[in-house]
Nanobody, 129 residues
Framework: QVQLIESSGGLVQAGDSLRLSCTAS????????MGWFRQVPGKEREFVAA????????NYADSVKGRFTISRDNTKNTVYLQMSSLKPEDTAVYYC??????????????????????WGQGTQVTVSS
């Protein structure tokens, strides 16, 4: 059974940094695009960042570009989201997701939720002003 387990988020202050990790029990991790999404109550889940199988291409939402960095370690089946200069509007439940298998060097780090096959349970990140 596939499981994606996110690390604990937490409560931080505006301007702080926080790193999330997500470890996947999926044999094909190393060939999949991985993504991070977030959701606040009453709103749709939104794309945050994605990274292709090799780590060679990434994609970010405009709202986090320059502040967040996605990375992965295929030897540990883990994807990371380093968040810096956090803002109150970053407060949300953060979800990691495992996307399509594509080992092409020009694979696309998809931003659409429909491209992702497996999801974690989510972890709360709260940024106080």
């Amino acid at each position: 059974q596939v499981q994606l387990i996110e690390s604990s988020g937490g409560l931080v202050q505006a301007g702080d940094s926080l790193r999330l990790s997500c470890t996947a029990s999926i044999r094909t991790f190393g060939s999949r695009t991985m993504g991070w999404f977030r959701q606040v109550p009453g709103k749709e889940r939104e794309f945050v960042a994605a990274i292709i199988w090799s780590g060679g291409r990434t994609n970010y939402a405009d709202s986090v570009k320059g502040r967040f960095t996605i990375s992965r370690d295929n030897t540990k089946n883990t994807v990371y989201l380093q968040m810096s200069s956090l803002k109150p509007e970053d407060t949300a439940v953060y979800y990691c997701a495992a996307g399509p298998q594509d080992t092409s060097p020009i694979a696309i780090p998809a931003a659409s939720m429909t491209a992702y096959d497996y999801w974690g349970q989510g972890t709360q990140v709260t940024v106080s002003s």
